[in-house]
Structures are given as structure tokens and as C-alpha cells.
């Protein structure tokens, strides 16, 4: 459990800010003087106000934070966000529906021009950044963006109820965006790396997400694929329950739509027995086991009850909210955060938008 005191310790006492130098120091005894340093945050940092352009709260001093590894390091230190539209709570249904949303998968999914939600909140980022540096040399990384299919359980919006925000479309139609984007943010200087999430689909805090390419390391077919590829498989040694569900052509999610690689035969080895040695899972199964297993057959997923209850978000409406934030209301830190249509737009720290939204990895 996260306690205040920790919290007090970490912000205010300057651990985090210790332990971040000493990092560097790390790097640098072992001959990586110069190489880039950074942290992840996730989009809730650009809710500064006033003379502080990024967050700045007891409970997370960002800005005094940036404050001090720019003028520590110039610019080796590299601002880093996670920006996700899949998650973003402002997103909403299209007028006068619950379960449609064409409209916000429109901006959602595209990175073509700088009303596209990560063009835009990176666009923001780097207005945020110059108000703090007075220059433009820093550099920018959007540390993770990516799209789920099928429908992430983390997913807590009310986006969730419209079956074409997790469809596979819309996860082809962002990863293609992605592909094709040239990294323009408009007037402002482009991102100067943007790095896609990811490979294969992961557990978050004991909860299913399908971000991945690939369902799990060993599949040998993408999500994404013309519909005439067929991959080659060596002989199996699968169990023929296994192979027999997993050669069925009319499997289907939970949420009933029919799974991106249904009609073909996996006949790889499963990588883990998840009913072997279950009594000793915590103490006795590797991470990766642990990760598998809570994917595929729910068991060994870390309880949920890491993330203390005390930060959690209270709003999950997807209100905008704007100016200072209410004790005790918002989580730290937010990965489906875009600015406010008003605020992207000239930059200004005095009338932020924001809203609450998921934690961030």
C-alpha cells in the first residue's frame, strides 16, 4: 500500500529526484556519458496551470521535477509521454446513441493532421515544453501509443459499449496511421521518436489487454494479415483438446465477434502448463508463466489491489475539467488524457482541459 508519508517522502522529501540522478550516475560510470535520459509520464502532466506549464500537485511535483532535470542535464533529458485515444474519457457516442461512435474513432484512429488526438496532445506537449525551457531543442518522445482489439478489460469509458472502438477495423486503421505517419505535429516540432505498443498482447495489473500484433510470443500469424496467408507450422505436440479449440473456424470473443485469426491451425507447443505446481504460483511460476497463464486461462494474475485504492479515479465520466484539481480525485497519472480542443489549440496554461481516465503503466 502506497502511504502518504511515501508519497510526501517521494515528491517533497526528493526521493524521486535522488534516485533519478543516481541513475544517470549509473549510466555514466559505465562510459554512457551523453546517451539520452528520461521518464515516462503519462498525459495528466500537461494539466499545469499559470506559471507552471506541466502538473504540479503535493502528490506529484512534475514541473519542479522537470525544472530540475532540465537544468541538470540540458537536453540529454528527454520528455517522454504515453499517449493512448483508446482510452481518453472525452471521447463519447455519437448524438443521441450509446453503442456507435463513428465521430470519436475518427479523431481517435487518425494521425494525418493535427486535429487527430496524438498529433494534437503531442503538438500540445511541445507548446508546454517551451513555456518551461524558453527553447524549442528539447527533445520529445512518445514513449507508448497503440490501439486494442479485441476489447481491453481496462477499457472504462463509454467507449466500451460501441463493438467498433475495439474491432479489428479500427486496430488495422490506427496501426496504419501510425505506419504512414511522418511524425508532423503541425506548427510545432515534430516528435523526435515514437515508439508503438506492442508486440503481443500483456496483462496490466491482473487485467487483460490486446494491444499486441500478436496474441502471445509463440504465434506464428499476426492479427493483421491479407486474408490469403496461410504460415508454415512444424509438427505439433499440442494436446487435441488445445489443437481442437484453437482450429475452431467459428470461435468467437467475449464480446461475440469473430477472432481476427480464427480460420487457421496453431500446432506450436503451448509455452507453459498452467495447471502444473497452481498451489505455488506466486512463490514457484516465473513472470513470464504468471503473464501467460492470466492471459490465456486466468490463472496467476496478480491481484489488482497493488494499485492503491487511494488514487484510484473517482470520475470516469469523461467530463472536461479545467483549472485546479480537486484533493483527493485524481489518479497521478493518466494515459488516456488529450487537451481540451480550447487549449491544444493556443497553448495557453491558464485554461487547461482535462479528464480522469485510466492509470498509466
Avoid at 122 to 135: E, F, I, P, Q, W
Wanted: hydrophobic share 35%; proline share 5%.
Amino acid at each position: 500500500t502506497v502511504t502518504p508519508a511515501c508519497i510526501s517522502d517521494m515528491w517533497s522529501g526528493g526521493y524521486f529526484w535522488r534516485q533519478f540522478v543516481r541513475r544517470v550516475e549509473e549510466f555514466d560510470a559505465l562510459g554512457f556519458v551523453g546517451i539520452a535520459v528520461t521518464n515516462v509520464f503519462g498525459g495528466l502532466i500537461l494539466a499545469g496551470v499559470g506559471s507552471q506549464p506541466f502538473f504540479e500537485d503535493p502528490r506529484a511535483m512534475v514541473n519542479t521535477f522537470l525544472i530540475n532535470a532540465t537544468r541538470a542535464y540540458g537536453n540529454r533529458y528527454v520528455f517522454s509521454l504515453n499517449l493512448y485515444p483508446y482510452f481518453d474519457p472525452s471521447n463519447t457516442p455519437d448524438p443521441g446513441f450509446s453503442d456507435t461512435c463513428s465521430l470519436a474513432l475518427a479523431r481517435a484512429t487518425c494521425l494525418s493532421n493535427d486535429r487527430c488526438s496524438v498529433v494534437s496532445s503531442a503538438a500540445y506537449a511541445r507548446k508546454k515544453m517551451r513555456l518551461l525551457t524558453g527553447t524549442d531543442t528539447s527533445k520529445l518522445w512518445v514513449g507508448e501509443t497503440g490501439w486494442s482489439s479485441s476489447l481491453s478489460a481496462s477499457l472504462a469509458t463509454k467507449m466500451a459499449a460501441c463493438k467498433a472502438w475495439s474491432s479489428v477495423e479500427a486496430f488495422e486503421k490506427y496501426y496504419r496511421g501510425f505506419l504512414a505517419w511522418d511524425l508532423d505535429v503541425g506548427a510545432m516540432r515534430s516528435p523526435d521518436h515514437v515508439f508503438y505498443f506492442t508486440a503481443r498482447d500483456s496483462v496490466n495489473y491482473g487485467v487483460i489487454e490486446h494491444f499486441g500484433l500478436v496474441e502471445v510470443c509463440h504465434d506464428q500469424l499476426c492479427k493483421l494479415r491479407t486474408g490469403n496467408y496461410s504460415a508454415s507450422f512444424g509438427a505439433t505436440t499440442t494436446s487435441s483438446s488445445a489443437r481442437k479449440s484453437r482450429q475452431n473456424p467459428a470461435s468467437r470473443g467475449e464480446d461475440g465477434q469473430r477472432r481476427p485469426f480464427d480460420n487457421f491451425i496453431h500446432s506450436t507447443t503451448l509455452p507453459f502448463e498452467c495447471q502444473a505446481d497452481f498451489s505455488n504460483w506466486r512463490r514457484g511460476w516465473s513472470e513470464g508463466k504468471k503473464a501467460w497463464c492470466c492471459l490465456h486461462q486466468g490463472r496467476g494474475c496478480p491481484e489488482p489491489t497493488i494499485r492503491p485504492a487511494s488514487l484510484r479515479a473517482v470520475d470516469r465520466g469523461g467530463g472536461v475539467l479545467g483549472g485546479s484539481i480537486p484533493p483527493n480525485s485524481r489518479p497521478l497519472s493518466l494515459r488516456g488524457w488529450s487537451p481540451s480542443p480550447e487549449a491544444a489549440g493556443d497553448g495557453r496554461t491558464d485554461d487547461i482541459g482535462f479528464a480522469a481516465a485510466n492509470f498509466d503503466r
